[in-house]
């Protein structure tokens, strides 16, 4: 009987973990890079610290023989990059964004001097990345996501952003009317902090029935084509949202959303046939 339950209590955990691990691979991301000095001599067992500017969590981390360093698993966000070796200044860059699935390069070079000696380089990370997968697509930022206007007939829908990427054709005649790259137009797959959140019975395309604020996004995905193992669920697009996580910081809003007829423009063929507007 004890066998039993352990043997239960093991496999109860081997799932959660499991789960967990799928969870993250979907949500997160990386950062990689080298250390070399300013001949471009690699720089081993540099202490490294990656620090997420929005909780002040950090991690720490030394350089390989070859000068190398990584971290995985990193939820998105705004993150801090320091590197320390004795005989050589500190290096530290501020503001280095990390998106979901997309790895960050952060090269680093130390210059000889006192280690109490600090060289600040604001936002290191590579512009171009070239460590991707080969995914093609799109990450909308936060600041994206509150800015546009993206209030409609279905209220504020994140997901009508999806409509202007490139390969994604609007308005055919058959199902919902949303394609991608002539893929079905219900071949869409959304998840939701690494949680499948489709719905095949709900009916039309480029829908969700758990379709989070705007304001609880803190950035999301869209892959149209290209998807490597992690991402190739569905021929159409690949959808990953990732909610906003707490910071150190006390903050809110409030959206308020106001329509009446008086403030709606004439119809078109109203004009043209001069009838005045409805009341």
Do not use: C
């Amino acid at each position: 009987m004890i066998r039993k339950s352990i043997l239960i209590l093991f496999g109860t955990v081997s799932v959660l973990i499991a789960f967990a691990a799928f969870t993250f691979a979907q949500t997160t991301s990386r950062v990689t890079g080298t250390v070399t000095d300013t001949s471009g001599a690699a720089v081993p067992a540099a202490t490294v610290t990656l620090t997420n500017e929005g909780t002040n969590a950090s991690l720490t981390t030394q350089t390989s023989n070859s000068g190398s360093y990584s971290f995985d698993l990193l939820p998105v966000g705004t993150y801090t990059i320091s590197v320390e070796r004795q005989g050589f200044k500190k290096f530290v860059s501020p503001g280095n964004n990390i998106n979901v699935n997309l790895p960050t390069t952060v090269n680093v070079v130390l210059e000889v001097g006192d280690v109490s000696a600090v060289v600040t380089v604001e936002g290191a990370a590579e512009a171009v990345q070239t460590g991707t997968s080969g995914n093609v697509g799109t990450t909308i930022e936060q600041r994206t996501v509150e800015s546009l206007p993206i209030v409609g007939l279905r209220g504020r829908n994140p997901l009508d952003l999806i409509n202007f990427q490139p390969g994604v054709v609007v308005g055919s005649n058959t199902g919902g009317g949303v394609h991608v790259h002539g893929s079905r137009d219900r071949a869409f797959n959304f998840t939701l902090d690494g949680i499948d959140i489709n719905e095949s019975s709900a009916g039309g395309s480029n829908f969700t029935p758990i379709r989070p604020n705007p304001d609880a996004i803190q950035e999301f995905q869209i892959l149209t084509s290209n998807f490597t193992a992690e991402q190739g669920r569905s021929s159409g697009a690949q959808v990953t949202l990732v909610t906003r996580s707490g910071t150190n910081r006390l903050s809110g809003n409030v959206f308020e959303y106001y329509q009446t007829p008086d403030f709606n423009a004439n119809e078109y063929e109203n004009n043209l046939n001069r009838i005045p507007r409805r009341q």
